[in-house]
């Protein structure tokens, strides 16, 4: 396993995450993370779900239940959609 951060091979287990994952921590930099971080993308499908109720007046955990994304990976995504809409005055 390799710091996430430095890339460094010098780590040690440092307990656990609430879901009982390890976590590990660089002797190196001093950064602590998940031993195997899952980062889960949103297909395709469920971008264009999104992209469907986003203009409808529900709220944000109604479409993050509706497409099945966290409501945190949610925000992250609409916040990065909008960040790169061209801006008129």
Do not use: H, W
């Amino acid at each position: 396993m390799f710091c996430p951060v430095c890339g460094s091979e010098n780590i040690i287990k440092n307990g656990t995450i609430r879901n009982g994952k390890p976590k590990i921590m660089c002797k190196d930099c001093g950064r602590q993370s998940a031993g195997n971080p899952e980062n889960k993308n949103i297909s395709q499908e469920k971008k264009d779900i999104i992209d469907r109720l986003l203009p409808e007046k529900i709220p944000p955990a109604g479409i993050a239940r509706a497409a099945g994304v966290s409501e945190r990976r949610l925000q992250m995504y609409v916040n990065n959609k909008y960040d790169n809409v061209e801006k008129k005055l």
